[in-house]
Nanobody
Framework: QVQLVESGGGSVQPGGSLRLSCVASGRIFSMTVMGWYRQAPGKQRWLVASINSGGSTNYADSVKGRFTISRDNAKNTVYLQMNSLKPEDTAVYYC????????WGQGTQVTVSS
């Protein structure tokens, strides 16, 4: 059974940093385009960043230059380094395959507040 387990969230002040991790199990991870999504209260979930099997990345304009997505295929893990965090980054963050989605994990809460 496929599982996605996100971790690394927390509460930080504006300008702070967090590193999120997502471990995928039960499926061939290395060939999959993986993405980090976020969902704020009352809003839809949307794609923040993605990375393909070769390491090429794409970012939403609102996080470009502040967030960095990376992956370790040997560990079936995708990361999201978040710097210069803003209050509007507050959301639950999820990872998933972009083109062949798996069951969603529980996500990890990120709260940016002074």
């Amino acid at each position: 059974q496929v599982q996605l387990v996100e971790s690394g969230g927390g509460s930080v002040q504006p300008g702070g940093s967090l590193r999120l991790s997502c471990v995928a199990s039960g499926r061939i991870f290395s060939m999959t385009v993986m993405g980090w999504y976020r969902q704020a209260p009352g809003k839809q979930r949307w794609l923040v960043a993605s990375i393909n099997s070769g390491g090429s990345t794409n970012y939403a304009d609102s996080v470009k230059g502040r967030f960095t997505i990376s992956r370790d295929n040997a560990k079936n893990t995708v990361y999201l380094q978040m710097n210069s965090l803003k209050p509007e980054d507050t959301a639950v963050y999820y990872c998933n395959s972009v083109y062949t989605p798996m069951n969603w994990g529980q996500g990890t809460q990120v709260t940016v507040s002074s």
